[in-house]
């Protein structure tokens, strides 16, 4: 069974930075596209920034120049570094994942999400 993991998440005060961090485990051949997702009180849940195999990358308008994707996948592994917080970037951070598992299929996976709040 495939799961993401995520962690990283945290209280931070307005101009600080976190990173957070998704690592897939199970049995599987390949993630594909790997993206975070975020979801604040009473907002539906949004795209903040997605890599693809290949390296490319987008991003929401809202986080351009300050949020970076990136993916080491000898770790399987996705990471999302924020700097320059802002209180309106406080939510919930999920991970979502297009991965190929063992039986040869490609589904669309979610982590359990971590919170994150930007307040002083």
């Known amino acids: 069974q495939v799961q993401l993991v995520e962690s990283g998440g945290g209280l931070v005060q307005p101009g600080g930075s976190l990173r957070l961090s998704c690592a897939a485990s199970?049995?599987?051949?390949?993630?594909?596209?790997m993206g975070w997702y975020r979801q604040a009180p009473g907002k539906q849940r949004e795209l903040v920034a997605r890599?693809?195999?290949?390296?490319?990358?987008n991003y929401a308008d809202s986080v351009k120049g300050r949020f970076t994707i990136s993916r080491d996948n000898a770790k399987n592994t996705v990471y999302l570094q924020m700097n320059s917080l802002k209180p309106e970037d406080t939510a919930v951070y999920y991970c979502?994942?297009?991965?190929?598992?063992?039986?040869?299929?490609?589904?669309?996976?979610w982590g359990q999400g971590t919170q994150v709040t930007v307040s002083s």
């Open positions: 199970g049995s599987f051949f390949s993630l594909y596209a």
């Open positions: 979502n994942g297009f991965i190929r598992a063992t039986t040869g299929l490609v589904n669309d996976y």
């Open positions: 890599i693809f195999s290949g390296g490319n990358t």
